[in-house]
């Protein structure tokens, strides 16, 4: 990963090993996507799409030191999302 700061590029690897861990499927999209196929664009957030249910407790626990915002349902235009 050519774009991004240090810690953003450590990023992607830190997230998969907790989603791993808690043995969650996943999605990465938006800029942290972006940065990981070397887009330049800032980064100012990361989205990442996973069930919320069975071992998601445990994995929202082990990261909430790291979560400004969610998760949180959003219906807002052509979006409806969790």
Do not use: C, S
Request: no cysteine; aromatic share 8%; glycine share 12%.
């Amino acid at each position: 990963m050519a774009g991004g700061t240090a810690e953003q590029r450590a990023a992607p690897e830190w997230i998969l090993r907790k989603l791993a861990e808690h043995g969650l499927p996943y999605q990465i999209a938006g800029g942290l996507a972006a940065v990981a196929h070397d887009a330049t664009r800032p980064l100012n957030d990361i989205d990442l799409y996973a069930p919320l249910g069975t071992g998601a407790e445990g994995f929202l626990a082990d990261i909430a030191d790291h979560v400004v915002w969610g998760p949180e349902a959003v219906a807002d235009g052509p979006w409806d999302i969790t």
